[in-house]
């Protein structure tokens, strides 16, 4: 966690250094942190001899170990590695995070948890503040956005102000009952996260606590009653948005006739396209390999550091077909097992609902991520998995008495 934390201020480091270094400090410190954060996983999960089997997590697996097969006879290990300690330390934080709770109990990780963000709150808000008061806010795309401590990326400062939203609100919002201090910082990090005018994590963000709230009810009459008050919800919100400047991102998708041809939608189709007509017929196949994608795009555009921006077309091209299904599966099983977990009577007990904790997190990170550059920033991902690993904790142990759940 600790490590994570570092991380959220790498770029913030570049950003100052850029007229020292002559090379990009946030990617080559970022390279490290993901290295070391897969190694010290990797060995505190491998040291026990046993791997525990989750469903969701072997296909995730299985799609790591296609990418990797395919990259190993298409790429060099420069392409490769960066992606590889990413992808995989992925996996393996998830499985880290379920043997911290199977030895600690759910004690020790909420007390783990809240001091870590506390420090994630810290670093969200002074970046965040320095910026809108003596820092240098851009323009780009149609709207002067925040990026906090990740300078130069607004979506990824909004990915980031997410998940440290979602983690206040259940550990320190709900459990303190508003209070005003904890009230106070969750307007604070609102503020930063409208700013950022990322729409897509503003978007499913609102989706994935809508979503939560209609899948957890099981009466119809309850149903019926949430479902006006989304109705009413977003009517209010689309007239705010329309009739403000709040969101001026978002208020140009739903007034203006141009709404899907600003620069930021038309580069993501751009991409898309120039990908597909790029790739061969055995590429479309079976996929350039793991870590291709960037070299692959430059080679065939002649446009460096490129982005997939999608999730479904980064694991269509470098898996192929092959990978996208098996991504694709991963998805619906995952879906499948978060509406299991949330449908689930936990014993738990406690004030944290981490039901809603899980769900809205992973949901939004992984089932609503098409649009995000999620599995490049591992930040607020690495996060999601470590959450993951919360879920897999709690479906297979809540019923064991020695395993520790009593609440703080």
């Known amino acids: 966690m600790a490590l ?3 991380s959220s201020v790498s770029y913030i480091v570049n950003y100052s250094l850029k007229d020292i270094l002559s090379f990009d400090f946030a990617k080559v410190i970022n390279v490290l942190l993901a ?3 897969f190694l010290l996983s990797s060995f505190a999960v491998l040291k026990n001899g046993k791997i525990t089997s989750f469903t969701p997590l072997n296909l995730y697996g299985l799609l790591v170990f296609w990418l990797l097969l395919v990259g190993v006879f298409s790429n060099t290990p420069l392409e490769i590695l960066p992606s590889f300690f990413r992808f995989c330390m992925y996996y393996f934080l998830t499985l880290v995070a379920y043997q911290y709770l199977m030895n600690e109990g759910l004690n020790q ?17 002074v970046f965040g503040y320095y910026e809108v008061f003596f820092g240098s806010v851009r323009f780009m795309n149609g709207a002067y956005r925040l990026s906090g401590s990740f300078k130069l990326h607004p979506l990824a400062d909004s990915m980031f102000l997410g998940i440290v939203i979602i983690l206040w609100i259940e550990y320190f919002v709900v459990q303190k009952k508003m209070g005003f201090l904890n009230f106070l910082v969750l307007v604070g990090l609102a503020y930063l996260f409208l700013n950022t005018h990322s729409r897509m994590p503003l978007l499913f963000l609102i989706i994935s606590y809508v979503t939560y709230t209609l899948l957890k009810l099981k ?3 309850k149903i019926i009653k949430v479902s006006v008050g989304v109705i009413i ?3 209010s919100s689309y007239s705010i948005v329309v009739n403000t400047e ?8 739903f007034v203006s006739k141009n709404s899907l041809r600003d620069n930021s939608t038309k580069t993501r189709i751009e991409i898309i396209e120039n990908t597909y007509n790029a790739m061969s017929a055995y590429e479309k196949a079976v996929g350039i390999g793991l870590g291709g994608f960037n070299n ?7 446009k460096d550091g490129v982005a997939a921006h999608n999730n479904f077309l980064l694991f269509f091209a470098e898996g192929g077909i092959i990978g ?4 694709l599966s991963y998805q619906a099983i995952l879906f499948i097992t978060l509406f299991k977990f949330i449908r689930k009577k936990m014993n738990y007990g406690g004030s944290v609902n981490y039901q809603r904790l899980v769900f809205v997190s992973v949901f939004l990170f992984e089932i609503c991520s098409f649009l995000l550059n999620n599995y490049y920033f591992f930040t607020s991902q690495s996060i999601v998995f470590i959450l993951i690993g919360l879920m897999m904790f709690l479906m297979k142990n809540n019923h064991e008495n020695k395993v520790n759940l009593k609440p703080l």
């Open 246 to 253: 709040i969101s001026p991102r978002l208020k140009k998708v």
């Open 233 to 235: 919800l977003l009517v």
């Open 109 to 125: 990780f909420n007390k783990s948890v809240k001091r870590f963000t506390v420090c994630l709150v810290i670093v969200a808000l």
């Open 296 to 302: 692959f795009y430059r080679d065939a555009k002649g």
């Open 219 to 221: 009466k119809i009459i």
């Open 4 to 6: 994570i934390i570092l």
């Open 35 to 37: 290295m070391t954060i």
């Open 324 to 327: 996208l299904t098996i991504f």
